[in-house]
């Protein structure tokens, strides 16, 4: 839930809320795409203009669930997976690209800055120095080696290698717990 300055348009308040009945795994996933929600628009909402063939392909990547024989990608026959598919329309669409793209930031850097560079290098110059949370969280700049890019992706997509590096399950300030399914699919 957002609630905006209604002269400025703001964000003056965000209260993430998940649904306490999904799996870890889901769990988690969603608790980080909803940070990244919160990280984008405390940047300022990251512009996403020249990003988009990087921004559907990671989106694609993370969220189809034809998964390839290993577990690490989309397949490459299967039907690219868009926000569009899970009911989101007009200046959503962006958002959850963005969202999606920083939470594969936060949980993989080098990931992020192999398979979508200028992705990367957008999300660093509007939130890096950002002085709302700068002190809370950077995005580096410097790759470092990574081995397995693919066994990176598949933590980042949720596969059971996922399970080797889970991302903590535990709610920031302000996350609220809910017994119930949420309307709009948690985002």
Known sequence: M???DRRSGKVVDRAILIDKNLDP???SRVLAHEIGHAVDELAGTIPTAGLSDELRGLYNSLSNGHRNAAGTD?????RPFLPQHDGYRG?????EYMAEAIRAYMADPNYL???APKTAARIR???NP????NRTIQFNAIAAPAAGLAASGAVLAGS???KAAPMAPELPPGAVLIDGPLTDAGS
Do not use: G, M, Q, S
């Open 2 to 4: 957002v609630t905006r």
């Open 25 to 27: 795994d889901r769990y």
């Open 74 to 78: 989309a397949r490459a026959n299967a």
């Open 91 to 95: 200046d959503d669409i962006p958002r």
């Open 113 to 115: 800055k192999t398979v």
């Open 125 to 127: 110059e509007y939130a």
């Open 130 to 133: 950002n002085p709302k949370f």
């Open 160 to 162: 059971d290698d996922a």
